[in-house]
Structure formats: C-alpha cells, structure tokens
Nanobody
C-alpha cells in the first residue's frame, strides 16, 4: 500500500488549502482513511476520518465547520478541504489508512502512512 500526500503550502490566516492523498496497492472498501497533523514539539494529532465504503466522516472538535474530508473512490484519493485556516493549524499533515471500518483516533492503530505535507498558516 502506498499513500502519497500533497497540496500543502503557505497561506495567511483565513485562507484555504486542499490536501490530497492518492492511495494505491489494494482495494480500500473496508478501510478507514484519516488525516493527522503534527506541530513542532507536539504529538501527532487526529484531524479527520472517512469510512471508505460509507463515506461517513468524523472530525476533531477544533476543525469542525472549517475542514471537510472526502474521498473519490474512482480516483482512490482522499481529500481534506481546509477553510478559515488559523495559525494553530500549522503542522505536517499525514494521511493514514486503517484496515478496519471502525473508527479510531489513535495513530498506533493505523497500518499505512503517507510521507506528510507541510501546512504553514501565518497570522
């Protein structure tokens, strides 16, 4: 399984970015796909998840109403649309895949990880 994340960049507060994660190597119909982020000096933090089969989503409270996770099953790609960005959203964003349809926010429960993409939000 390979996950390739891209789309990060530098943006001013209030701006938007869309991250993409291209997944390959197997059928993901029973997988949960998630985005995590890690700020300097902090632990990796769950951001959002989507059930590949049902499309059901979940978010950490700090991004609800601003971020939207989605998946395109034909392109095997997961997206994270980030609006109204804040400086505290700065970090390296990772996509991850878990071979289970049950929800989990624990990084150690994920089987595959992308390489990460940097998001920097200036104030």
């Amino acid at each position: 399984v390979q996950l390739q994340a891209f789309g990060g960049g530098f943006v001013q507060a209030g701006g938007s970015l869309r991250l993409s994660c291209a997944a390959s190597g197997r059928t993901f119909s029973r997988y949960t796909m998630s985005w995590f982020r890690q700020a300097p000096g902090k632990e990796r933090e769950f951001v959002a998840e989507v059930n590949w089969y049902s499309g059901i989503t979940a978010y950490v409270d700090s991004v609800k109403g601003r971020f939207t996770i989605s998946r395109d099953t034909f392109k095997s790609t997961v997206y994270l649309q980030m609006n109204s960005l804040k400086p505290e959203d700065t970090g390296v964003y990772y996509c991850a895949a878990r071979s289970s349809s049950t929800t989990s926010r624990a990084p150690e429960s994920y089987d595959y990880w992308g390489q990460g993409t940097q998001v920097t939000v200036s104030s």
